[in-house]
């Protein structure tokens, strides 16, 4: 089993700026897939940005790409949220999700997604 652990959230006003890691443990391999997801109050879960194995091949969600950047270290066991210019309503619950595979697909669906970290809270007062 692969454990993901979230951190890095907090409170900060709006452009600010958050740093979030997921790291993971266990059985890992380096052909996995790993995204980053978030959920408002009242809202549905929504794909945030994603990096396939290779740690090239990134997508982003529209709203975010110009603002965000995720990025994998060397050994593939950290993802990170690099998140600039919050704005009051990126505020949600972060989650970190991960997924075997062998491709550069990245799925920008939740229920794709194997593992998941508890989530990290990000709140960005106006």
């Known amino acids: 089993q692969v454990q993901l652990v979230e951190s890095g959230g907090g409170l900060v006003q709006a452009g600010g700026s958050l740093r979030l890691s997921c790291a993971a443990s266990?059985?890992?391999?380096?052909?996995?897939?790993m995204a980053w997801f978030r959920q408002a109050p009242g809202k549905e879960r929504e794909f945030v940005g994603g990096v396939a194995w290779s740690g090239d091949i990134i997508n982003y969600a529209d709203c975010v790409k110009d603002r965000f950047t995720i990025s994998r270290d060397t050994a593939k066991t950290t993802v990170y949220l690099q998140m600039n210019s919050l704005k009051p309503e990126d505020t949600a619950i972060y989650y970190c999700?991960?997924?075997?595979?062998?491709?550069?697909?990245?799925?920008?669906?939740?229920?794709?997604?194997?593992?998941w970290g508890q989530g990290t809270q990000v709140t960005v007062s106006s």
């Open positions: 999700a991960a997924i075997p595979s062998i491709t550069t697909v990245i799925s920008t669906t939740s229920d794709t997604y194997r593992y």
């Open positions: 266990g059985r890992t391999s380096t052909y996995c897939t």
